[in-house]
C-alpha cells in the first residue's frame, strides 16, 4: 500500500517499528584503509558475474512445476542437502568447507553451460567449467582469492568432504527424477543399467543411500521411467 493511502489504523505503531529496528547503534564492518582501495562498481561486476548462473538451466524438473532447474538454484540445494547430510549423519567434516564446495561447483557452467550426466560429452565438461573457472577468478570485484583451488578440489580431490559432495550432487538429480515421474529420463531414453553405473560410486563411501537408490531404481523401471536394460 503506497504511504499516502495508508490510514492511521494502518500505520505501524512506534513500538512496531522499534522491534523492528535495530536498538543500538551498528558497529562499523570495514576497515577504512581497505575501504578506500576497493570500487564497489567492482564489487557488484562480479556479483553480477555469479548471478549468471540462474541463467544456466539443467535437465531436471523443479517438483511440481513444469519448468527446468537451474544450476543456482541446483548449488543452493546441494549445499543445504550437504549441511542437512553431514548433522544427521554426525559426519567428522570440515563443514565451512564443504559449504564453499557445494556453492562453488557448478559456476564454471556460466561459461559452458550444464551438460546432462548420460552425454556421450560428459568426460570433456570439466575442460571448459575450468576455463570459466579461471576467468572468475581473475574477474575485477573478485574477493574469493581461493576460487580456482576450491573449484579444483571439488572436482578432482579425494577429501571427506569432496566425497560427499559427490554422492549429494548425483543424488539430487535422481531424486527430483524419481518425484516428477521420471520426465527427464523418459524425454533421454536413459536407461537401467546407465543410472545404476552412475551412482555405482556411491556404494563404498555412503552404502545406505546406494541401497535407497538401487530400491528406487527397480521401482523406476517398474514405473516404466528407465528403460530396462
Not at 549468471?52 to 548449488?75: D, F, I, P, Q
Not at 560428459?122 to 575485477?140: K, N, P
Not at 518425484?179 to 560410486?201: L, M, P, Y
Amino acid at each position: 500500500m503506497p504511504l499516502e493511502t495508508m490510514s492511521s489504523k494502518s500505520m505501524p505503531s512506534k513500538a512496531t517499528l522499534s522491534t523492528t529496528m535495530p536498538s543500538t547503534k551498528q558497529k562499523l564492518l570495514t576497515n577504512p584503509k581497505l575501504t578506500a582501495n576497493i570500487d564497489i562498481d567492482d564489487v557488484t561486476h562480479f556479483l553480477l558475474e555469479l548471478d549468471a548462473l540462474k541463467r544456466v538451466n539443467r535437465r531436471s524438473y523443479v517438483t511440481g512445476t513444469n519448468r527446468l532447474e537451474n544450476s543456482a538454484e541446483h548449488s543452493w540445494h546441494l549445499a543445504m542437502a550437504c549441511w542437512s547430510i553431514a548433522e544427521l549423519f554426525e559426519l567428522d567434516i570440515n563443514h565451512e568447507k564443504l559449504l564453499k564446495m557445494a556453492l562453488i561447483h557448478d559456476l564454471g557452467e556460466i561459461d559452458a553451460g550444464d551438460t546432462f550426466l548420460y552425454a556421450d560429452t560428459r568426460g570433456d565438461a570439466h575442460v571448459e567449467e575450468r576455463t570459466g573457472i579461471a576467468r572468475l577468478q581473475s574477474e575485477r570485484g573478485n574477493g574469493i582469492t581461493d576460487l580456482s583451488e576450491v573449484w579444483e578440489e571439488q572436482e578432482t580431490g579425494n577429501s571427506k568432504e569432496s566425497q560427499l559432495l559427490r554422492v549429494v550432487d548425483r543424488l539430487l538429480p535422481f531424486l527430483l527424477n524419481l518425484n516428477t515421474n521420471g520426465k527427464t529420463w523418459i524425454d533421454a531414453n536413459v536407461t537401467r543399467s546407465q543410472v545404476a553405473g552412475a551412482h555405482g560410486f556411491i556404494k563404498d563411501s555412503f552404502p545406505s543411500i546406494h541401497e535407497w537408490l538401487a530400491k528406487q531404481i527397480d521401482y523406476a523401471t517398474k514405473q516404466g521411467w528407465l528403460v530396462d536394460k
